[in-house]
T-cell receptor, first 113, second 115 residues
Framework: AQSVTQLDSQVPVFEEAPVELRCNYSSSVSVYLFWYVQYPNQGLQLLLKYLSGSTLVKGINGFEAEFNKSQTSFHLRKPSVHISDTAEYFC???????????FGKGTLLTVNP | DVKVTQSSRYLVKRTGEKVFLECVQDMDHENMFWYRQDPGLGLRLIYFSYDVKMKEKGDIPEGYSVSREKKERFSLILESASTNQTSMYLC??????????????FGPGTRLTVL
């Protein structure tokens, strides 16, 4: 069985500040990791994914994430946020032959002027 | 680009009504999913389908059923809507095989209110 823990339910930051959204997972098999973003009243959009290879993954809108197998983490970072980054962010994991995704409960990022 | 569409963005129904939520994808994906999203609970899987006429229960199937008569279309049915089914409903699809490792593509969501 797999599980995902997003350690912060809400993260308020000021515009142009750096941000890190934390995600830890547990799994007994090799994992594939995803970050999705959801803007208000919209569906989920893929930000980035880790399937294999380089542990530093770059995504859209200037976001990146680092896969750390020893710490079972996949934290999302952006060096300088904009007001338009205000959204809810979901970490998800899949693995093995199971084609389902297991989602974390989400982190609401609020960027203030 | 993959496109997943849902029949309604907003829907208001009365308690006891039968409700149909429709989802269509245009990328010939084998797998389709229905989730509900509630504040503080994240996404919870209701049902998924891995082929036409094939379905499996997710984590919270009670009060729901599904239908998949064609590959591109996956319907969620609330047989007798209740107020505790007021929620955001999200449809998603994914392709089989290992290249995408189960990446899912989401529709815009249907916000259902049951009065």
């Amino acid at each position: 069985a797999q599980s995902v823990t997003q350690l912060d339910s809400q993260v308020p930051v000021f515009e142009e500040a750096p941000v890190e959204l934390r995600c830890n997972y547990s799994s007994s098999v090799s994992v594939y990791l995803f970050w999705y973003v959801q803007y208000p009243n919209q569906g989920l959009q893929l930000l980035l994914k880790y399937l294999s290879g380089s542990t530093l993954v770059k995504g859209i809108n200037g976001f990146e994430a680092e896969f750390n197998k020893s710490q079972t983490s996949f934290h999302l970072r952006k060096p300088s946020v904009h007001i338009s980054d205000t959204a809810e962010y979901f970490c998800a994991v899949s693995g093995g032959s199971n084609y389902k995704l297991t989602f974390g409960k989400g982190t609401l990022l609020t960027v203030n002027p | 680009d993959v496109k997943v569409t849902q029949s309604s963005r907003y829907l208001v129904k009365r308690t006891g009504e039968k409700v149909f939520l429709e989802c269509v994808q245009d990328m010939d994906h084998e797998n389709m999913f229905w989730y509900r999203q509630d504040p503080g609970l994240g996404l919870r899987l209701i049902y998924f389908s891995y082929d036409v006429k094939m379905k499996e229960k997710g984590d919270i199937p009670e009060g729901y059923s599904v239908s998949r008569e064609k590959k591109e279309r996956f319907s969620l049915i609330l047989e007798s809507a209740s107020t505790n089914q007021t929620s955001m409903y999200l449809c998603a699809s994914s392709y089989p095989g290992t290249s995408g490792r189960n990446e899912q593509f989401f529709g815009p969501g249907t916000r259902l209110t049951v009065l």
